[in-house]
């Protein structure tokens, strides 16, 4: 079964309006973390924000935030004020366990268009 | 200071010919991972270290691909009589403990073609 389930292969914005990219993911374990990464055409991964399962207050970076709905085990990415090089592929991942070692399991992204 | 590096940023090789990729990690990262990115999918896991052990090699497609780390610090991918389905972008990634995210950091990948 999938982990993490993006069900959007594209997604459109207007510049400067605020995009939703949806996740869903799938674990047992209760303890657990949740990450976005930008990929842009040039290839390189690029960290965006990060949600632990325990964590109380959905997490916020600049014009990132993660919407974090435990019982519905969904962690939209929200980004306010869509600007034209955040046009990219959007890849949400899980860990899983508690401990510093632990592989990612990706989901298979959305690709984000951002229109002026 | 310096990210994680990856050499050689692209490799051509012919079917049944073996392959080597490096991955050089930020200093100090004691966790090193190998994902594997077929064109137009997300990251497939393949092995990570700890240190120069590897607790999990569970994605490795095959027992043509192999993986060591030296030191503590660099690592080698190799790929033995690669297949056309090898070709893809190999990521390397790095992350230390001591924060809550365990955030990995990850090289710009080799981007491997099998002819």
């Known amino acids: 079964a999938q982990k993490i389930t993006q069900t959007q292969p594209g997604m459109f914005v207007q510049e400067k309006e605020a995009v939703t990219l949806d996740c869903t993911y799938d674990?047992?374990?209760?303890?657990?973390?949740l990450f976005w990464y930008k990929q842009p055409s040039s290839g390189e991964m690029i960290f965006l924000i990060y949600q632990g399962s325990y964590d109380q207050q959905n997490a916020t970076e600049g014009r990132y935030s993660l919407n974090f709905q435990k019982a519905r085990k969904s962690a939209n990415l929200v980004i306010s004020a869509s600007q034209l090089g955040d046009s990219a592929m959007y890849f949400c991942?899980?860990?899983?366990?508690?401990?510093?070692?632990?592989?990612?399991?990706f989901g298979a992204g959305t690709r984000l268009a951002v229109h002026p | 200071g310096a990210g994680v590096s990856q050499s050689p940023s692209n490799k051509v090789t012919e079917k049944g010919k073996d392959v080597e990729l490096r991955c050089d990690p930020i200093?100090?990262?004691?966790?090193l991972y190998w994902y594997r990115q077929s064109l137009g999918q997300g990251l497939e896991f393949l092995i990570y270290f700890q240190g120069n052990s590897a607790p999990d090699k569970s994605g490795l497609p095959s027992d043509r691909f192999s993986a060591e780390r030296t030191g503590g610090s660099v690592s080698t991918l190799t790929i033995q009589r690669t297949q056309q389905e090898d070709s893809a972008v190999y990521l390397c990634?790095?992350?230390?403990?001591?924060?809550?995210?365990?955030?990995?950091?990850f090289g710009p990948g080799t981007r491997l073609t099998v002819t």
């Open positions: 200093s100090g990262h004691t966790a």
């Open positions: 674990t047992s374990d209760p303890s657990y973390g």
């Open positions: 990634a790095s992350s230390r403990m001591g924060t809550t995210s365990y955030e990995q950091y």
């Open positions: 991942a899980m860990r899983e366990g508690s401990g510093g070692y632990n592989k990612l399991i």
